[in-house]
């Protein structure tokens, strides 16, 4: 070999292993016990709540209208702005004014899966669908904050890789909301069939404790440096002090309201629009649909299981478990090559896949009760879709402008789940119109027009 060519080799083999080494910076460890704090509270109130629901004898109907519930997600750009900007008293001083959010929503977490565990779905579904509203809407709050949180702690270079970290941890917790709570419901319960009510009393006592690990990390880690204004934000508050000069004849509190207002709303909605132009059509598209197949699928997949046959054991070894290992597997892998060969070519490829891989789903209803197939249909799947989680992450943190972290990518990641909940929410009933086969095929096909989209979006500056 030349010298030449040995020199390549070994730049070649270094580069790769700055790509792997780079998930030991502290930063992307953080972010690994944020990410468990996110992904617990997710299947609580959706995947592992249907199961729950369901084997109480809830009609499949009533339990995909639950998936309403993540409307909350939806919506959270809402609410962002007070996050993004709002000071909460006493908390911030101690805290940090991130920190301080996301203790605040920890506790808000806990309090209301403490409260679901003392719920019966015999007796009183309305007031488990109200728990399971502040349950999802605390989830969304903490979510705001530590994609703010990760946004403003790093520059673009880490972005992927933390993002494959909170991916990490966000699914080792969805084993633990997923199969952990499975497993202890029947283990507590005393018959290995029917339904117990103690036993998933039990099991999200469990799940309210282990959301102490995020509580532990906010108290444990920094808070992230305050970001400093650009010209463009002295420009507006600026504008903002003209306003109130002559606007002076206002109430003081409605003066300082709309000035807060301007800054907060306005403003981040405004940057994104004037950045990207009529591109920002096409962005928004994108974002919207591109994990469309997963989240439909992953509404009434628990639902298709226990239909299919399938015990609480077997779907806490094959896919609360073994599934979420070749997620993060994926999302590992999604990380690096994001580094490797970029972010927009990364997304296309995931987003083939997981429509690909949902086609298998079609093909496993056709045989119902196998777990070899199940096994390899999980594996594929959940490897796709780590991947494209990855590069949709990082490609959604490429677009936010760190002035305004936490209300723009809270309007990215709910213009993400908008539709595809909406969406998700009428599928019991088209399976019980047209059966599992049909939905699975339609669910895949509908995640075709995202590779159009992909190739129309504009690509990283």
Same mark, same amino acid.
């Given at each position: 070999m030349s010298t030449v060519d040995s020199k390549t080799s070994n730049?070649?083999?270094q580069s790769w292993l700055d790509s792997i080494r780079i998930y030991t910076h502290p930063r992307a460890v953080t972010l690994f016990f944020l990410g468990f704090s996110s992904g617990l509270p997710l299947l609580l109130v959706f995947g592992t709540l249907s199961f729950w629901l369901r084997e109480a004898g809830v009609e499949r109907s009533l339990i995909t209208y639950f998936s309403w519930?993540?409307?909350?997600?939806?919506?959270? *750009?809402? *609410?962002?702005?007070?996050?993004? #900007?709002?000071?909460?008293?006493?908390?911030?001083?101690?805290l940090g004014r991130r920190r301080s959010w996301l203790a605040l929503s920890q506790i808000m977490l806990i309090s209301g899966l403490v409260g679901l565990s003392f719920s019966n779905p015999l007796q009183n579904l309305e007031y488990m669908a109200i728990l399971a509203v502040v349950v999802a809407f605390s989830s969304a709050t903490q979510d705001i904050v530590i994609d703010a949180y990760r946004i403003e702690s790093a520059?673009? #270079?880490?972005?992927?890789?933390?993002?494959?970290?909170?991916?990490?941890?966000?699914?080792?917790?969805?084993?633990?909301?997923?199969?952990?709570?499975?497993?202890?419901?029947?283990?507590?319960?005393?018959?290995?069939?029917?339904?117990?009510?103690s036993a998933w009393q039990i099991a999200y006592l469990c799940m309210a404790g282990c959301m102490s690990v995020g509580?532990?990390?906010?108290?444990?880690?920094?808070?992230?440096?305050?970001?400093?204004?650009?010209?463009?934000?002295?420009?507006?508050?600026?504008?903002?002090?003209?306003?109130?000069?002559?606007?002076?004849?206002?109430?003081?509190?409605?003066?300082?309201?709309?000035?807060?207002?301007?800054?907060?709303?306005?403003?981040?909605?405004?940057?994104?629009?004037?950045r990207y132009g009529k591109q920002a059509i096409i962005i928004l598209a994108l974002i919207g649909t591109y994990r469309i197949s997963d989240v439909i699928l992953g509404i009434i997949a628990n639902v298709f299981y226990v239909d299919m046959g399938?015990?609480?054991?077997?779907?806490?070894?094959?896919?609360?478990?073994?599934?979420?290992?070749?997620?993060?597997?994926?999302?590992?892998?999604?990380?690096?090559?994001?580094?490797?060969?970029?972010?927009?070519?990364?997304?296309?490829?995931?987003?083939?896949?997981?429509?690909?891989?949902?086609?298998?789903?079609? *093909?496993?209803?056709?045989?119902?009760?196998?777990?070899?197939?199940?096994?390899?249909v999980i594996s594929l799947d959940n490897l796709s879709g780590g991947i494209a989680t990855a590069a949709f992450v990082a490609y959604l943190s490429s677009l936010t402008n760190i002035q305004y972290s936490a209300t723009q990518y809270a309007l990215f990641s709910s213009v993400m789940l908008l539709f595809p909940k909406f969406l998700g929410g009428f599928s019991g009933g088209f399976v019980d119109n047209f059966g599992y086969e049909w939905f699975f095929t339609c669910v895949a096909l509908l995640g075709l027009p995202v590779l159009i989209l992909i190739m129309l979006a504009p690509k990283e500056r």
């Open positions: 730049s070649a083999q519930v993540g409307l909350a997600y939806g919506f959270k *750009w809402l *609410w962002a702005p007070l996050v993004d #900007r709002l000071e909460l008293p006493i908390l911030s001083r101690l520059g673009e #270079r880490l972005q992927a890789a933390m993002a494959a970290t909170y991916m990490a941890g966000y699914r080792i917790a969805m084993i633990v909301a997923g199969a952990g709570a499975l497993a202890v419901a029947a283990w507590v319960s005393p018959e290995p069939e029917g339904y117990v009510q509580l532990i990390t906010t108290l444990v880690i920094a808070e992230p440096r305050k970001v400093e204004m650009d010209e463009e934000t002295l420009e507006q508050q600026n504008r903002i002090i003209e306003f109130s000069e002559k606007n002076a004849h206002l109430p003081d509190f409605l003066a300082r309201f709309l000035g807060w207002f301007y800054v907060a709303v306005v403003c981040p909605f405004t940057d994104f629009i004037s399938f015990t609480k054991e077997e779907i806490a070894q094959i896919i609360k478990i073994y599934g979420v290992i070749m997620t993060i597997v994926g999302a590992g892998l999604g990380g690096i090559l994001v580094n490797r060969f970029g972010v927009i070519r990364i997304l296309f490829i995931g987003a083939l896949m997981v429509s690909l891989t949902n086609l298998l789903f079609a *093909w496993l209803a056709t045989l119902g009760h196998n777990t070899a197939a199940l096994t390899l």
